[in-house]
């Protein structure tokens, strides 16, 4: 199974496998990491903010515009910014590396 | 003064909204309390243009029509709303309760209902060490008395309505700049474009970045540092005026001595009352085993309250079980 490198917002590294048909967020969920996601994934809320690494933002689909509208309400935004409900996971971002944004 | 009804509703989220429909089949009458300005909750406020596909017999609704068209269906019952203000307390009476609202609002009726979805929406607050020291003072999540920015130096922080909304507004009679993290602005259309040409005309300031520190200077003054692409610089201002949306929070229903798990209240599931008698909890804001937060069981679950807090309204009398499709008294009620 494709595989995910997730930095948490103490600093710690960790590997998890993930299944292409769910989102970002939805794996980061369900693996036990602490990220909000209170709109469940619906592009309402911002609280599932993470940073993606240099090497891979370009490899991801483009922000669509109801995102980059919900960034707005996020703090600490960076270019590498994006709200991870908003990511398909797919077999091609095998190795992918996340980190999540602070609260 | 002290208004008196049957039923204070706390929340006009979807599920508020359709308890009065419910109470007010068995002739109960219903005040509702929202700290919003709007009824709808959760559906009017997070995600008014978005659609939900799991109505029964609406394939799809966004939630704004499904806002209006509760309002079609309880409008019958003519419900008083209580708009713009927050529960803060509840106290007992003999027979009933007095709600309280931070507007000095009271409120005296039989039952409670909390329909408060995940809480009170408010302010979203940005990450600034220590900026809770400048908060009602030098920094304001809302604005009430708009006087006291006349002449001042102000600074906007954000992209949506109220803040485009705000600095077209403040420019006026204010000294405004406008700090958001990109060009681009979400808020309606029209703002922007008077907004952009109160730049052009140099009415106003725009600054591309986000504000990372603060702290106070002489004559009460406020210094904020910003920074964009990693480049940080300062601006002193009297005011800060962060809006960067809504979040929900508990808020002072936590108080109230209901029993609760993991901050939502108990109830059961045959009444849905809480752990004090004549407070009932539906929707979002309850819980019991195997609960779903979806809009479908909140609207089962005001059917079932109503038939409890029947029996607080109306100790003598007998609730008869009545179909709307069949019954005259129901439907001279709904005026159809
Ligand atoms: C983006 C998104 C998509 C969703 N999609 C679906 C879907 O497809 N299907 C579905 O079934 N559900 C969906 N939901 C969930 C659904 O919106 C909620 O279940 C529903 O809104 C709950 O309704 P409610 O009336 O219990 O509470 P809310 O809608 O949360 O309303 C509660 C209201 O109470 C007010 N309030 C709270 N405390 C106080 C107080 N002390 N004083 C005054 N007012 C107070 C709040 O301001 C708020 O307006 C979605 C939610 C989101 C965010
Ligand atoms: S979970 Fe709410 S925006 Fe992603």
Redesign the pocket.
């Known amino acids: 199974m494709p595989k995910l490198r997730i930095t948490d917002r103490s600093g710690k590294k960790s590997e998890i496998e993930y299944d292409s048909n769910f989102t970002l967020m939805e794996t980061l969920r369900d693996n036990g990491y602490d990220i909000e996601a209170s ?2 994934g ?1 592009c ?2 911002a609280t599932c903010h993470v940073y993606i690494d240099k090497k891979w933002i370009n490899k991801l689909e483009n922000m669509d515009d109801d995102e980059e509208s919900m960034l707005d309400q996020a703090f600490d935004v960076k270019n590498n910014s994006r709200l991870s409900c908003q990511i398909d996971l797919s077999d091609e971002l095998d190795g992918l590396e996340i980190e999540i944004a602070p609260e | 003064m002290t208004e008196k009804t049957d039923v204070v509703i ?7 909204l359709f308890a009065v429909f419910e109470l007010g089949l068995l002739n109960i009458k219903c005040h509702l ?4 300005d709007k009824v709808g ?3 009017a ?3 008014p243009e ?1 659609p ?4 029964p017999s609406r394939p799809v609704v966004t939630g704004q029509q499904l806002t209006d068209e509760l309002i079609k269906q309880i409008n019958p019952f003519n419900p008083k709303f209580h708009l713009n ?3 803060e307390s509840i106290a007992k009476t003999d027979d009933g309760w007095i709600v309280q ?1 931070n507007i000095g609002t009271k409120v005296e009726a039989k039952c409670i209902v909390v ?7 408010v302010p979203r607050k940005p990450p600034i060490e220590n900026i809770e020291n400048f908060e009602n003072k030098n920094v304001f999540y809302a604005i009430r008395d708009k006087s006291i920015f006349k002449n001042k130096k102000i600074l906007i922080a954000g992209g949506g309505d109220s803040a485009l909304d705000w600095t077209n507004e403040l420019s006026k009679d204010s000294n405004v700049t406008l700090i958001h993290r990109r060009k681009e602005f979400r808020a309606a259309p029209d703002s922007v474009s008077k907004m952009q040409e109160l730049e052009t005309k140099g009415k106003i300031k725009f600054l591309k970045g986000q504000i990372k520190k603060i702290s106070k200077i002489q004559n009460s003054k406020l210094m904020l540092e910003y920074e964009n692409d990693d480049e940080r610089s300062n601006i002193e201002v009297d005011y800060l005026l962060p809006f960067f949306g809504l979040k ?1 929070e508990l ?3 936590a108080e109230w001595g209901l029993n609760l798990h993991e901050n939502l209240i108990k109830v059961d599931t045959e009444k849905f009352e809480t752990s004090t008698p004549s407070i009932f909890a ?4 309850n819980w019991y085993p195997g609960k779903l ?4 069981s ?1 609207f089962h679950e005001s059917a079932l309250m109503a038939q409890e807090v029947f029996k607080y309204c109306f100790p003598d009398k007998k609730n008869i079980f009545r179909y709307t499709t069949s019954s005259k008294e129901l439907q001279k009620k709904l005026g159809v």
């Open positions: 709109c469940g619906c309402a809320c | 706390i929340g006009a989220g979807p599920v508020g309390v929202d700290n919003l909750g959760q559906c406020e997070l995600y978005k939900i596909y799991d109505i203000q927050q529960v609202t329909a408060a979805g995940a809480g009170s929406f929900m808020g002072p229903i539906i929707g979002d804001i937060k979806l809009i479908l909140g």
